[in-house]
Nanobody
Framework: QVQLVESGGGLVQAGGSLRLSCAAS????????MGWFRQPPGKEREFVAA????????YYSDSVKGRFTISTDNAKNMVYLQMNSLQPEDTAVYYCAAKRNIYYSLSYYDKSSQYDYWGQGTQVTVSS
């Protein structure tokens, strides 16, 4: 049974930083992509970032590029999202997701419907 459990959300002032963590278990993720999505209040879920579990390539949405960094610790089965220079528009519930057996470049996997497993989400609130 695959489980993705996010943590690290909270309240932060504009300009601040947070690091989200996602503990992954229940399958071998070697051929998978791990993604972070977010859902702002009253809006659709949107792509934030993705990474190949096996390492190397990453892909970001334009809105977070240069401010957020996605990474993995394969030994610990963890996925991280380091968020810097946070702004009020980054306020959202953030979700960790896994896409099984990717075959294309990461930029192809930016839609929530493509992902197979999801965490429960963690709230990030950025005050102005």
């Amino acid at each position: 049974q695959v489980q993705l459990v996010e943590s690290g959300g909270g309240l932060v002032q504009a300009g601040g930083s947070l690091r989200l963590s996602c503990a992954a278990s229940g399958r071998a993720f070697n051929r998978d992509a791990m993604g972070w999505f977010r859902q702002p209040p009253g809006k659709e879920r949107e792509f934030v970032a993705a990474i190949r579990w096996s390492g190397g390539s990453t892909y970001y949405s334009d809105s977070v590029k240069g401010r957020f960094t996605i990474s993995t610790d394969n030994a610990k089965n963890m996925v991280y999202l380091q968020m810097n220079s946070l702004q009020p528009e980054d306020t959202a519930v953030y979700y960790c997701a896994a896409k099984r057996n990717i075959y294309y470049s990461l930029s192809y996997y930016d839609k929530s419907s493509q992902y197979d497993y999801w965490g429960q989400g963690t709230q990030v609130t950025v005050s102005s």
